[in-house]
């Protein structure tokens, strides 16, 4: 049997899932595709490499398809695969990081399509409120080097030093198949996309696992290439959206109220910011956006809600 199952979740993956799965020739491992109703060519490229797929009918999200892949194969350890990841070399060295058994998640080097490493994207740390409130402030954007966006993106660390992270991007991310029962696998409740897998290195964190980055087993990564192609509107209603799931799930009350207001100033500058190029649109996405937080913030405070948001 295998040792490694290798899950690849796609949607509207046309342009990218050829590349992906031919670098997974030759691997000695399980490897099934779970399609998210993609409406081009993805489930013809994968059938045409006889590649296992899951054909689902309706977007059931990422993690559904991550928890769908799991549960399709058998292999003690799951590599998780982005479409657009091109996979180079290394499997062994990910796999020998779970011959510790305090690992509960490990990630490898990311480059970009000009070789260079994608640092700040391949290892993190989890997000404390004040990364979060940072990040949609645009703070770490413009002030990139301030020390709570230097923890949370490990800018720290060297890309080809071995090094304990929190979280390993979600684009390269194996775990041990026992990992992932025990902290309830992948939460479907973020849909459909975006901070299922920071819940999930979270959750595993919690359980007592670490996690590790290691820069021998390495991947070229294109990134974002379905959620590039959504709408403004959507794109900005999933992302904050899953922000306010995350922290409204790990953060304290009073932390979770910052983070609120933070996405609704934060909204507000954005809409200024883009004006010149979405015009009056830019007032609706980014208002829907204020309302979302604010309605959330609602229901934690009166409703009690702790875990989730509309």
């Known amino acids: 049997m295998s040792r490694v199952a290798i899950v690849v979740v796609t949607y509207n993956s046309s342009r990218h899932i050829g590349e992906c799965l031919d670098a997974l020739k030759g691997l000695d491992s399980e490897i099934v595709v779970v399609d ?23 977007n059931l999200g990422f993690a559904a398809g ?7 194969t058998s292999a003690p350890l799951v590599l998780l695969l982005n479409p657009d990841v091109v996979f180079d070399h290394g499997l062994e060295a990910l796999e020998a990081e779970f011959n510790d058994p305090q690992t509960g998640v490990a990630g490898g080097l990311l ?18 409120p004040t990364a979060l409130i940072f990040e949609v402030l645009g703070i770490n954007a413009v002030f990139s080097a301030n ?22 991007a979600g684009a390269f991310l194996m775990f041990p198949r026992s990992v992932w029962g025990r902290v309830g696998g992948f939460d479907e ?11 999930f290195c979270a959750r595993i964190k919690q359980a007592g696992f670490l996690g590790r980055y290691n820069p021998a087993a390495v991947a070229k990564h294109d990134g974002a290439h379905s959620v590039g192609t959504l709408r403004l509107k959507i794109r900005e209603r ?14 304290r ?24 190029r979405y015009g009056f649109n830019a007032v609706v996405v980014y208002g829907a956006v ?17 875990e989730i948001v509309p």
Request: include cysteine; proline fraction near 7%.
């Open 36 to 58: 998210n109703a993609s409406e081009d060519g993805t489930r013809d490229e994968v059938v045409r490499r006889g590649i296992r797929l899951i054909a689902n009918t309706v």
């Open 66 to 72: 991550v928890n769908q892949g799991v549960m399709a």
């Open 111 to 128: 480059t970009d399509v000009a070789g260079n490493p994608q640092t700040g994207f391949m290892a993190r740390n989890l997000p404390a």
């Open 147 to 168: 020390p709570v966006n230097w923890h949370y993106r490990c800018l720290g660390i060297s890309p080809v030093t071995p090094a304990l992270v929190e979280q390993p």
């Open 189 to 199: 409740r973020f849909f459909p996309v975006w901070f299922e897998d920071v819940d």
């Open 238 to 251: 999933y992302w904050y959206g899953s922000l306010l799931k995350y922290a409204a799930k790990h953060y």
């Open 253 to 276: 009350p009073i932390a979770f109220g910052l983070v609120c207001g933070a996405v609704a100033l934060g909204a507000v500058l954005r809409a200024v910011r883009v004006f010149p």
């Open 290 to 306: 204020c309302r979302l937080a604010l309605v959330a913030l609602y229901r934690r405070l009166v409703w009690g809600v702790s």
